[in-house]
């Protein structure tokens, strides 16, 4: 996603994906027996089925979600559609939750989903160590058994797992860059006021700048584009 032309502002690759997913109406998806990914929420996954399926964010809070935790019923409507996501999948079906998640500005740490209790635990095969430290990193489980199906199909094998999922690093400027951006400089846009650089990444046409705005919080700006003027 190229950054506004007026502001300069940019998104990270993973933001502008998620970004032009949430957008996505659905009229330009992969069509059947095409090798694609799809992203899509549990209860738009309904009627569908797939060769292999990903399910994120398994934890207490999330999935359920803290809202069906105060509602009567509401933890069996979130088993319900747990079902439903499992049963998306075809041949591998992966699940995982993280340690700490970066929520709302917030640190959580958290708990794995109650689903995962519910699961046989003789079938399950942890594909990242069991009993590592907290550190952000993803969990989840593994498994492969025979799982009976309507509609004529017969057996199918299913597995469950865990992936950790991050965006590619980006070079860390080390050196002061031509642009004469530094970190902990004060600097003024003409839109969002007066900022300080947290971050500098990238080089030539490629380098942009975290800076926070106290009116307008934390954006990423395209140095190629932003027209930012140091604060004495």
């Not at 399910?55 to 439903?84: D, Q």
Request: charged share 20%.
């Amino acid at each position: 996603m190229p950054p506004d032309a007026d502001t300069g502002e940019t998104l990270s690759p993973l933001a502008a994906f998620l970004t032009h997913a949430a957008l996505e109406s659905g009229d330009n998806q992969a069509q059947a027996g095409q090798e694609a990914v799809q992203l899509m929420t549990v209860h738009s996954a309904k009627g569908t089925e797939f060769d292999c399926v990903f399910v994120s964010g398994l934890e207490e809070g999330l999935f359920p979600s803290e809202r069906s935790l105060a509602e009567y019923e509401g933890v069996e409507e979130e088993r319900r559609l747990m079902y439903v996501a499992i049963t998306r999948a075809r041949k591998r079906l992966y699940l995982s939750y993280s340690q700490t998640r970066l929520l709302h500005g917030q640190t959580r740490y958290n708990v794995k989903s109650r689903f995962f209790d519910e699961l046989p635990e003789a079938s399950l095969k942890w594909l990242t160590p069991k009993n590592q430290n907290f550190g952000g990193s993803a969990f989840g489980y593994g498994m492969g058994y025979p799982t009976s199906r309507s509609g004529g199909m017969g057996s199918t094998s299913y597995g469950r797992g865990s992936e950790t999922f991050a965006n590619p690093q980006v070079p860390v400027q080390k050196a002061e860059p031509g642009h004469g951006l530094r970190l902990g400089m004060k600097v003024f846009h003409a839109k969002f006021g007066e900022g300080v650089v947290l971050t500098l990444e990238g080089a030539g046409q490629d380098a942009r700048a975290q800076i926070n705005f106290p009116r307008h919080g934390a954006k990423w700006l395209a140095l190629s584009v932003a027209k930012l003027d140091p604060v004495p």
